[in-house]
Structures are given as structure tokens and as C-alpha cells.
């Protein structure tokens, strides 16, 4: 919504950036499967979440300062996108365990 209603985003940016979202699970998949299964899973949860949370808090301060783009929505939400896999599968691991 941030790239539609902030950056007036055309169809063709929203459709990067959805997919930019989305990739990280087949990119990211495997790799946060084998990360989750070597590390304790509490901790990795809680980090991922706080990193989630200090990502994400940058678009609207960049909307605030006025610096805010189409490059940023896109780094955010891929990397956002990375932590929220590797989250999952920890946490799937962390109920199961």
C-alpha cells in the first residue's frame, strides 16, 4: 500500500515487489531449513523477529524524512521476506522439537 499510495507505484512495480516478497522461499528455503536445524531455535525466533521489526520501521521513517523510494521498498521487503522464512521454519522446527 506504502508503494502505491506514498510513491503512486505502477502495476509492473507492484508485481516486483510482490514477487521480491515472495522469492525468498525458494531462494531462501532450503538454506533457512539448515540454519534453523545448527542454532538454537528461541533465540533465532526472537532475533528474527527483532530484525524484522528494525527493517521494517525504516519506511516510515524514510517516508518521514522524505528519502523514501522504490529501492528501499524493494531491499525492504526481500530481506524482510528472508527473515520471515527463516522465522517460520524455526519456528515449525521450535513446536515439533
Known amino acids: 500500500m506504502t508503494a502505491v499510495l506514498v510513491l503512486g507505484a505502477s502495476p509492473s512495480q507492484m508485481g516486483i515487489l510482490s514477487a521480491a516478497g515472495t522469492a525468498s522461499v525458494l531462494i531462501f528455503g532450503l538454506v533457512a531449513g539448515l540454519i534453523a536445524d545448527r542454532v538454537r531455535r528461541r533465540p533465532l525466533m526472537i532475533g528474527t523477529d527483532i530484525a524484522r521489526a528494525a527493517l521494517l520501521s525504516t519506511v516510515p ?5 522524505g528519502v523514501l523510494g522504490m529501492p528501499q521498498l524493494l531491499a525492504v521487503t526481500a530481506l524482510a521476506g ?16
Do not use: E, I, M, P
Open 61 to 65: 521513517l524514510a517516508a518521514w524524512a
Open 82 to 97: 528472508l527473515l520471515t522464512v527463516l522465522f517460520d521454519v524455526a519456528y515449525q522446527a521450535y513446536l515439533t522439537g
